[in-house]
């Protein structure tokens, strides 16, 4: 037994462990900088000057908050369910940090004479396990918000999942369109494709737009932010948590919003291509070429991070029946005519263009 | 022992452990969230067996779009233990008298189902990647596939008009 045990590939389990590390804390280093981009996007937009005074340009701001969330008091109300109160907060950066494990962050690393594929897990599922994980991410919410023992936070728990289960459809019918181009639910091949290729925005700027809004309402943003309509609901799911529990659902949502910014960067726009230029004429770089590609799709991600809170900071909030109209009125069915008109185009195109 | 078996044991007894915590748990909410767990390991089993996308679907369909109307129900309800009406007598008894019977037609049932020698393929066969499965499923099986689509459709008509009345 033990022999068969020890079979494990040991290299294998320390690549992946350092990839693993190395992405999430990467993840967390970007959404801690997301906060501070936020605020100065925000004061940009409403022409002041946002966080200056902690460090130059006020670029220590986000540490500073992560000191204030740590020392501020922790407190349980006496009403909650304890244990749920607690599993909230962890769930939702659970769910917000699994997804990372299915994007190609760049090509391959030479390491030594090891090949490491800076992926960390290449399943042929990709896109689905996506999915999986983001129907997750409703827990969070929901059992926090029920947990708290409190109307307010028990409505709000109810209309962030309700929003969550409306948006995944259309995101869902969206992404049917762009698979059935690619033929592949592996992330990894859908990059190869469009290195190869145009990039996959270009024939589906419809289904990449539904996406875009579905990928606002899935973040729980403005203007679909309902699950935290202040004036509506005090403060939300969140409203009893304080200390770094409530620090954990904030700062899940940049995470989120990371992730989901990534996500769109590889399945519409080439991923970690390097755009404008061909990739495979820079492959004497070596491993620098790797770090290039991985810059460019941070770089991409930036911009789609940008985009979110530049709609966050200009379109005031949706109300509650105009929300469930735009999903299941106006996107599943823009989603469902992409895709039969995808479908008719891929099946006019096998046939060679004949009837 | 080599892995997967080691993973199989692990999984189910987390299935049958968390299955049981469902029913014995006193909240409802409780055994909703144990019930999440169940699937989980389901999932995991699918995954040994090389069904991926059973494994995700049945996480993404279970666990993560049903479990939460479930949780939405309970959740609404209000269901505590002080308020919770108690059980009629009569109703107990009827219920072991009606699991009894389940045991009995079980045994019966399972006494036939000899699985002696028939080891399920963990890790090979490859029906259950999303390809073979797909083709499987739109050109052998498409006249079912169609007809459960259909039975899919008419139930989510029959749910629109219910929830306009």
């Known amino acids: 037994m033990h022999s068969a045990l020890l ?54 701001q986000p540490l500073a908050d992560g000191v204030k969330l740590f020392m501020k008091e922790e407190i349980i109300p006496n009403t909650s369910n304890r244990f749920l109160f607690i599993l909230g907060p962890c769930l939702a950066m659970l769910a917000a940090m ?11 690393i030479d390491f030594f004479g090891r090949q ?14 996506v999915f999986g994980v983001v129907s997750m991410g409703v827990y969070g919410i929901m059992i926090g918000g029920w947990a708290s023992n409190n109307k307010f936070s028990l409505m709000a728990a109810l209309r962030g999942a309700s929003q969550v289960i409306s948006y995944e459809l259309p995101m869902g019918l969206s992404l049917i369109a762009l698979l059935m181009l690619t033929g592949s639910l592996k992330m990894s091949e859908i990059v190869a494709q469009q290195i190869d290729g145009w990039y996959n925005v270009l024939y589906q700027p419809l289904g990449f737009f539904i996406f875009l809004v579905c990928a606002f309402a899935e973040c729980n943003r403005t203007p679909f932010d309902l699950p935290e309509a202040e004036n509506e609901l005090n403060f939300g799911y969140h409203q009893e948590y304080s200390s770094m529990k409530l620090g954990f659902y904030l700062f899940a949502e940049y995470i989120n919003m990371f992730i989901s910014s990534v996500i769109m960067a590889t399945l519409f726009f080439g991923g970690y291509d390097i755009p404008f230029v061909n990739d495979a004429s820079l492959s004497g770089l070596g491993n620098w070429l790797a770090l290039l590609q991985g810059l460019s799709l941070i770089i991409k991600v930036c911009i789609f991070i940008f985009v979110f809170m530049w709609v966050r900071w200009t379109i005031p909030r949706f109300r509650y029946d105009q929300l469930m109209n735009l999903g299941w009125k106006t996107l599943i069915p823009l989603a469902l005519v992409n895709m039969v008109v995808t479908a008719a185009i891929v099946l006019l195109k096998s046939n060679g263009w004949k009837f | 022992m080599d892995i997967s078996q080691v993973l199989f044991y692990a999984l189910s007894a987390m299935a049958l452990g968390s299955a049981i915590m469902v029913v014995i748990s006193r909240n409802p909410v409780h055994s909703v969230l144990w019930l999440i767990i169940t699937f989980f390991a389901i999932s995991g089993h699918y995954i040994l067996l090389n069904a991926q996308f059973l494994g995700i679907v049945n996480l993404i369909v279970y666990a993560g779009a049903i479990m939460v109307l479930f949780l939405f129900v309970i959740m609404l309800m209000n269901l505590n233990a002080e308020t919770e009406p108690q059980k009629n007598k009569w109703l107990k008894l009827a219920g072991v008298v009606a699991g009894g019977c389940l045991l009995l037609v079980l045994v019966a049932a399972l006494k036939q189902a000899e699985v002696k020698g028939k080891v399920a393929m963990l890790g090979t066969g490859d029906i259950g990647l999303i390809k073979n499965l797909g083709h499987a499923l739109f050109t052998d099986y498409v006249v079912p596939f169609e007809l459960s689509s259909i039975l899919f459709l008419s139930a989510m008509v029959g749910a629109v008009v219910i929830g306009k009345k």
Do not use: C, H
Not at chain 1, 42 to 59: C, E, K, S, T, V
Not at chain 1, 98 to 108: C, I
Not at chain 1, 116 to 129: E, F, P, R, S, T
């Open chain 1, 116 to 129: 490491v594929n800076l992926q960390i897990a290449d399943i042929n599922i990709g896109i689905l396990y």
């Open chain 1, 7 to 60: 079979a494990i590939d040991l290299f294998f389990v320390i690549e992946k462990l350092v990839l693993i590390v190395a992405i999430v804390s990467i993840s967390l280093v970007i959404a801690m900088y997301e906060t501070y981009a936020e605020r100065k996007v925000a004061a940009f937009i409403q022409d002041r000057r946002g966080p200056n005074r902690a460090g130059p340009f006020g670029l220590l």
């Open chain 1, 98 to 108: 699994m997804t990372s494990a299915v994007v190609p962050w760049g090509g391959t």
